[in-house]
């Protein structure tokens, strides 16, 4: 089992920025590909980025690419996402995830938080 707590939401002006973290514990996280989806109101789940478990690899979702980075620190079990350029459209709830499968993250992880809101106003 691999627990997930996120922290950092909230709301921020567009053209802001934020970071997200969150805190994971439980079995050995850094075996772990850690990332961020994130669900607005009425719509799917959608991926936003991933890090492979050594902090070497990431990938982002085409809608946050070159505004959002995230990244790791297995010393202290958390991923981050930092978020520039903040967006109306970027409003949603912000999940933490947690998979074995670096490459298969976007199609399942395999643990996942409860979500923290993020809201942008124009």
């Known amino acids: 089992q691999v627990q997930l707590v996120e922290s950092g939401g909230g709301l921020v002006q567009a053209g802001g920025s934020m970071r997200l973290s969150c805190a994971a514990s439980?079995?050995?996280?850094?075996?772990?590909?850690l990332g961020w989806f994130r669900q607005a109101p009425g719509k799917e789940r959608e991926f936003v980025a991933a890090?492979?478990?050594?902090?070497?690899?990431?990938y982002y979702g085409d809608s946050v690419k070159g505004r959002f980075t995230i990244s790791r620190d297995n010393a202290k079990n958390t991923v981050y996402l930092k978020m520039n350029s903040l967006k109306p459209a970027d409003t949603a709830v912000y999940y933490c995830?947690?998979?074995?499968?670096?490459?298969?993250?976007?199609?399942?992880?395999?643990?996942w938080g409860q979500g923290t809101q993020v809201t942008v106003s124009s």
């Open positions: 890090i492979h478990g050594s902090g070497r690899f990431t």
């Open positions: 995830a947690a998979s074995l499968l670096y490459n298969g993250f976007k199609r399942g992880p395999d643990y």
């Open positions: 439980g079995r050995t996280v850094s075996n772990y590909a």
